[in-house]
């Protein structure tokens, strides 16, 4: 019925329409449900965020320790050396050396 709607001139045009309604008809079928689809998600391990956190806390306190050594390490000038930086060297035209 649904060729006859396309009004084909002939069998090749009937055939080619009734081919491509087929395949349109399959598709739609195929098509996932127009429905949102669950989300899923998934919850991390309790053992893996305890372990991070507990790291993260001994990193803190290791953290603190080399501050207040720092802290306690009088700062001298002589300590640091003073930084240097090569001065630039110009090529002269005609001057070798």
Known sequence: ?????????????????ALQLEVWTKD?????DPKPAERRVRETGKEVTYALN???????????????ASASIPATASSVPPATTPKPSYAVPGHVG
């Open 54 to 68: 507990k790291r993260i806390a001994v990193l803190e306190a290791q953290m603190q320790r080399m501050n207040r």
């Open 1 to 17: 019925m649904k060729v006859r709607e396309h009004a084909p001139g002939n069998l090749d045009d009937a055939l080619r329409i």
């Open 28 to 32: 739609v079928g195929r098509r996932p």
